[in-house]
């Protein structure tokens, strides 16, 4: 038996909708967040007149959801500022897989900009996720005991 250095080795945040292998890519976890955010949106948690646009950096294992419609000058508290954000940031993390140790590195990374009226971000929040942590089961090495 191999012995586990920390609990945390052996925990993930692994999302709801995130999978390993054909059809979990980033780029169709992409389109399925760009469905997650029409759904959304039809259910009221974005306003109609907020504009998403999702980009998949394969190569820095970005994925980038560019946030239009929003400003201070409208939104003087930041109160929809700040639901829209962390409801974009919270449905990303669906299609996540964030191992707690510290080595592993994230399925993806995700970056949201709040995009002025001027097309430079006023407002971002990146990082890899939020949810539930769930236990994994660590690989077992072949050894002997001797």
Known sequence: MVPIESTVNCL?????????????????????????????????????????????????????????GLSVESDPDRTTIREVTHAL?????????VALDATTPPLFTQRILLIGS??????????????DVDSVTPPQKNRRDV
């Open 12 to 68: 993930v945040l692994w999302g709801a909708r995130a999978g390993v292998g054909l059809g979990y890519t980033l780029e169709a976890a992409a389109v399925r967040l760009a469905e997650d955010i029409a759904e959304l949106r039809d259910d009221g948690g974005v306003p109609a007149h907020v504009r998403t646009v999702i980009t998949v950096l394969p190569q820095q294992r970005v994925l980038e959801i560019r946030v239009e």
């Open 118 to 131: 001027d097309g430079r971000p006023f407002s971002a929040m990146i990082g890899s996720g939020v949810g």
């Open 89 to 97: 940031f919270e449905l990303a993390s669906y299609h996540n897989i």
